[in-house]
């Protein structure tokens, strides 16, 4: 089901049967000529579309403006960059709107910039508002020194068993370390245009590959449909484990 067009009643079963809630979350930003600003974006929408007709979830509406960088490109080049700082305030109101809502299971799903696990300022400002939002929620709803309690000694062993808090919203890459090694990850090359041409063909102009163009898309002549549905079905392989 998509958040957008919930209606109450869904929104109390989903709470209730502690579905998951999923954010896509990426950027506008220059993926050559002949990708579209949203390649990032759109790559992960559009899996987790897959994912949502199989199984019981929440399909947020996608985050498209974050902190990109300007490492790729500049802004004369399409790039929008979203300072890391004001993303950050911004995805700390929308996870807190959604935890006093009463979602406890909610996943935020980023491409850009997860190379081999690695987490980089937009899920650094996912993960930091997370945290930070778990401890104001347990204080607001407990009250200060609520750890320190004698009924708390026990808090970490017990976390397991219990309802964890630290894990009602978690951030992960589309694509795990693992899926990469066995696929391959790149900015705009054979494999993410693989991924547009498999997910998204409309964000992909294969016509517009030409000579000179940055050294980053030079192997983008190689992406195929086979590989893209390959990368999907593994990406899938592992979300399907991920998001429970």
């Known amino acids: 089901m998509r958040l957008e067009t919930l209606f109450p009643f869904q929104l109390r079963e989903a709470i209730e049967k502690r579905w998951p809630l999923v954010i896509p979350a990426g950027t506008i930003e220059y993926h050559g000529e002949h990708l579209g600003f949203g390649t990032d974006t ?39 960059h979203v300072d890391v700082d004001n993303f950050e305030h911004y995805v700390r109101d929308v996870l807190w709107g959604m935890l006093l809502t009463g979602f406890r299971n909610i996943y935020v799903v980023i491409h850009h910039q997860y190379e081999n696990g690695i987490e980089l300022p937009e899920a650094l400002c996912f993960i930091k508002s997370a945290r930070q939002l778990i401890f104001r929620f347990l204080e607001e709803k407990h009250g ?5 309690r004698p009924e708390n000694a ?38 993410e245009t ?15 590959l030409k000579e000179g163009q940055p050294w980053f898309v030079q192997m ?25």
Request: charged share 20%.
């Open 42 to 80: 759109l790559v992960v929408t559009r899996i987790l579309e897959l994912l949502e007709k199989e199984k019981d979830m929440i399909l947020a509406p996608p985050i498209y403006y974050g902190p990109s960088s300007y490492a790729v490109a500049g802004p004369e080049q399409g790039t929008i």
């Open 144 to 148: 200060r020194g609520w750890w320190g």
């Open 154 to 191: 026990r808090f970490y062993e017990t976390l397991d068993k219990a309802d964890n808090p630290w894990n009602w919203i978690k951030v992960i890459p589309l694509m795990a370390p693992e899926v990469q090694q066995a696929t391959g990850y790149d900015h705009a090359g054979q494999y």
């Open 194 to 208: 693989s991924l547009m041409i498999a997910t998204c063909p409309e964000g992909a102009a294969m016509n517009q």
């Open 220 to 244: 983008a002549r190689h992406a195929s449909q086979e590989l893209g549905q390959r990368m999907v079905q593994l990406i899938l392989d592992q979300l399907r484990k991920v998001i429970v």
